[in-house]
C-alpha cells in the first residue's frame, strides 16, 4: 500500500508540474506579442525620428545621407511633404486610434493605430520655406537602407522651395 501512494503522490505532483508549465506558457505569450510589437513600434518611431534628424541637417549643409531601415513594414512617400512608416502589430498595447503629434518643430510627427497596422508620418509643412519629397523610383518599398539628398534649391512662388531626393535601397 505505501508503494501505491508514493506513485499516486509522483503522478499528482507530476500532473500538476505540467498543468502549471501549460499555463505559464499560455500566460506569457501574450506578454512576449505585446513585447514585439512595443519593440516594432519604438524602432519606426527611432526610423521616423532618425530620418528628421538626417533631413534637417541637409537642409542647412546639404549633402546625402543613407539610413539603414529596421523596420518590419513598409515606408510610402505619400506626396511631397510627407513620408509614412507602417508596420503590423498583432497584440493589445495601448496605442491612440487617431492621428497623435508627438513632435512640433519645422516638422512634426504623428502616429495612429488603424486597425493592427501601425502608422507614423514625418510632415514638412510650409513655413519659411517649402520642402518637397520626390523619388525618381518607386514611392512605396520595404528597402534595406534610405538614402536622402538634397536635390536643388529654388524659388517658387515667393518661396524658397528645397527639394529633397529620396531613393529606397
Known amino acids: ?24 506558457v499560455f500566460w506569457s505569450k501574450d506578454v512576449f506579442q505585446q513585447n514585439i510589437d512595443m519593440t516594432k513600434v519604438s524602432s519606426a518611431e527611432k526610423f521616423v525620428k532618425d530620418i528628421d534628424y538626417a533631413i534637417k541637417s541637409l537642409i542647412k549643409f546639404g549633402g546625402y545621407k543613407e539610413i539603414d531601415y529596421k523596420v518590419d ?6 506626396d511631397s511633404k510627407t513620408i509614412e ?8 498595447i495601448s496605442l491612440p486610434m487617431y492621428w497623435n503629434n508627438i513632435s512640433s518643430d519645422y516638422s512634426y510627427m504623428r502616429e495612429m493605430l488603424d486597425g493592427d497596422v501601425f502608422r ?11 520642402i518637397n519629397f520626390f523619388s525618381d523610383g518607386p514611392s512605396l518599398a520595404k528597402p534595406k537602407s534610405v538614402k536622402i539628398e538634397k536635390n536643388s534649391t529654388n524659388i517658387e512662388n515667393n518661396k524658397l ?4 531626393r529620396i531613393t529606397f535601397i
Open 120 to 130: 507614423i508620418q514625418l510632415i514638412y509643412p510650409e513655413n519659411g520655406y517649402k
Open 85 to 92: 512608416v507602417r508596420t503590423v502589430i498583432s497584440s493589445e
Open 73 to 78: 513594414g513598409p515606408i510610402t512617400l505619400i
Open 161 to 164: 522651395t528645397i527639394k529633397i
Open 1 to 24: 500500500m505505501k508503494a501505491q501512494s508514493e506513485i499516486l503522490v509522483f503522478v499528482l505532483l507530476f500532473l500538476l508540474s505540467i498543468s502549471l508549465f501549460t499555463i505559464t
